[in-house]
């Protein structure tokens, strides 16, 4: 299984960018990188997923570098209820439990 | 209306007990999942269903035992309740994954299960 390793956690202020990394230095070919958000007593929520370079939606960027060993989540302008742990994980649903290995999560602390 | 939803939010009972935690999905999604998050906010994968048959069974205690009844639903079964078991249950669906790249998982609110 790919290994990812966090930052246990990140502090920033309100209408920074936050940028959390993971790094998974044995991923495969065919994995894709996906990031989830938790908000304590509630459940994860999808955040965003890309392959390779850079994918952007409306509530984040992620930047993948050519070699994919590593991958960066990228808030712009956070708010407080940005507050939450963000999980980085690894793989591909199609193939297995690949993707579903939750590593521990960067818990983000967002000051006003 | 609630995507992936459980019941009970709560669950109280004493070591020795069975008890059941339901979970049903209004996505039409083929897919669901149980994981458990212990204390120290780890998530793992306990199970996973597609269309009815089991598909992932991790390296549970086979006092835990997965039910589904149809793809809407993915019920949880515990028995002989242990203390460690404490943890909070989170049911998930997603669409087909068969050879398909998209990862998003829907999870439900989580059902606490505090075993005394």
């Known amino acids: 299984l790919a290994k990812t390793t966090q930052p246990i956690s990140m502090d920033s202020y309100e209408g920074q960018e936050v940028n959390i990394t993971c790094s998974h230095n044995?991923?495969?070919?065919?994995?894709?990188i996906t990031w989830y958000q938790q908000f304590p007593s509630q459940g994860p929520r999808f955040i965003i997923q890309?392959?390779?370079t850079k994918v952007t939606n409306e509530v984040a960027s992620l930047f993948i570098p050519a070699d994919r060993k590593s991958s960066t989540l990228s808030l712009p302008r956070v708010s407080l209820s940005d507050t939450a742990v963000y999980y980085c994980?690894?793989?591909?649903?199609?193939?297995?439990?690949?993707?579903?290995?939750f590593g521990s999560g960067t818990r983000l602390q967002v000051q006003p | 209306d609630t995507a992936v939803s459980q019941t009970p939010k709560y669950l109280v009972t004493q070591m020795g007990n069975d008890k059941s935690i339901k979970c049903e999905q209004n996505?039409?999604?083929?897919?669901m999942y149980w994981y458990k998050q212990d204390s120290k906010k780890f998530l793992k994968i306990m199970f996973s269903?597609?269309?009815?048959?089991?598909?992932i069974n991790e390296t549970v205690p086979n006092r835990f035992s997965p039910k589904s009844p149809d793809k809407a639903h993915l019920n949880l079964h515990i028995n002989s309740l242990e203390l460690g078991d404490s943890a909070v249950y989170f049911c998930?669906?997603?669409?087909?994954?068969?050879?398909?790249?998209?990862?998003?998982?829907?999870f439900g609110p989580g059902t606490r299960l505090t075993v005394l």
């Open positions: 996505l039409g999604h083929d897919t």
């Open positions: 890309g392959y390779k």
């Open positions: 994980l690894v793989g591909m649903l199609g193939t297995g439990r690949r993707a579903l290995t």
């Open positions: 044995n991923i495969a070919t065919n994995d894709y």
């Open positions: 269903y597609n269309n009815k048959e089991l598909i």
């Open positions: 998930a669906s997603s669409q087909d994954q068969r050879g398909s790249s998209y990862n998003e998982q829907f």
